[in-house]
């Protein structure tokens, strides 16, 4: 006859359900960690390269059309035409999925969707929506399935620091909490402040990724005269 063990004690049950859960912790833990180094994904990002916003000369007729764009440039924000893109719900909590980079010779409608201001830096600039070479090309633009001016999730905007009317010229001057104010296609003014800058190559799609929230990224090459690396400006909704 075969003697059964007798069952675990009170206490012995007790350190078997303990080790269980630290087992369970520790899975857990490695899940939420995932890879070393690797940002956090929490929304859709866009694939390719970041565009160029630089070019590696700027031509003498470039710098005498910034030159007097700098010269000219006032506080006053002139009404907006007809807008060809509607404004964003304030209210629609909806996360964009961001358009991948399109061929560097794309051709695509461009349209004024609002205005950028930077006061710090003397910026006041019509808005464009597209992220074309050619919309780039124009003045700021704004990256397609990334959040509108006050829309939620993350705002991307793409501009030349050193040639055409090179609007991010001096953002390399702006520091945490410096004001960004972005009008939207009717008309509303919504002010962010700036969190911080920081360096990342092309291959640094992850600044595209939508984000719970209401945040504004701005991207132009690093440094002045080269598109080696892009230099980028957060900031959140005030």
Same mark, same amino acid.
Request: net charge neutral; charged share 15%.
């Given at each position: 006859?075969?003697?059964?063990?007798?069952?675990?004690?009170?206490?012995?049950?007790?350190?078997?359900?303990?080790?269980?859960?630290?087992?369970? @912790?520790?899975?857990?833990?490695?899940?939420?960690?995932?890879?070393?180094?690797?940002?956090?994904?929490?929304?859709?990002?866009?694939?390719?390269?970041?565009?160029?916003?630089?070019?590696?000369?700027?031509?003498?007729?470039?710098?005498?059309?910034?030159?007097?764009?700098?010269?000219?440039?006032?506080?006053?924000?002139?009404? @907006?035409?007809?807008?060809?893109?509607?404004?964003?719900?304030?209210?629609?909590?909806?996360?964009?999925?961001?358009?991948?980079?399109?061929?560097?010779?794309?051709?695509?409608?461009?349209?004024?969707?609002?205005?950028?201001?930077?006061?710090?830096?003397?910026?006041?600039?019509?808005?464009?929506?597209?992220?074309?070479?050619?919309?780039?090309?124009?003045?700021?633009?704004?990256?397609?399935?990334?959040?509108?001016?006050?829309?939620?999730?993350?705002?991307?905007?793409?501009?030349?620091?050193?040639?055409?009317?090179?609007?991010?010229?001096?953002?390399?001057?702006?520091?945490?909490?410096?004001?960004?104010?972005?009008?939207?296609?009717?008309?509303?003014?919504?002010?962010?402040?700036?969190?911080?800058?920081?360096?990342?190559?092309?291959?640094?799609?992850?600044?595209?990724?939508?984000?719970?929230?209401?945040?504004?990224?701005?991207?132009?090459?690093?440094? @002045?005269?080269?598109?080696?690396?892009?230099?980028?400006?957060?900031?959140? @909704?005030?």
């Amino acid at each position: 006859m075969t003697r059964s063990s007798p069952p675990p004690s009170r206490a012995g049950r007790g350190r078997a359900a303990l080790a269980a859960s630290l087992a369970g @912790l520790a899975l857990t833990t490695v899940a939420l960690v995932g890879v070393a180094g690797a940002p956090y994904k929490s929304g859709p990002v866009a694939h390719g390269i970041l565009p160029r916003t630089a070019s590696s000369r700027e031509s003498i007729a470039e710098q005498k059309w910034r030159a007097a764009m700098v010269a000219t440039t006032t506080s006053t924000t002139p009404p @907006l035409a007809e807008p060809a893109v509607a404004a964003q719900s304030v209210t629609d909590t909806t996360l964009q999925t961001p358009e991948d980079v399109p061929d560097s010779g794309a051709t695509r409608p461009i349209a004024v969707i609002g205005r950028i201001l930077i006061p710090k830096i003397g910026l006041d600039a019509e808005l464009r929506d597209q992220i074309t070479q050619e919309s780039i090309d124009l003045g700021p633009s704004h990256w397609p399935g990334t959040a509108l001016p006050g829309g939620f999730g993350n705002m991307v905007i793409a501009g030349h620091r050193n040639s055409h009317t090179a609007p991010f010229h001096d953002t390399g001057n702006l520091t945490a909490g410096d004001a960004i104010t972005l009008v939207d296609a009717a008309g509303r003014a919504f002010t962010y402040t700036v969190t911080e800058m920081f360096v990342v190559d092309p291959s640094a799609m992850w600044i595209t990724e939508q984000t719970p929230g209401h945040t504004l990224t701005l991207f132009t090459c690093h440094p @002045l005269g080269s598109s080696a690396q892009r230099l980028v400006i957060r900031a959140t @909704l005030s």
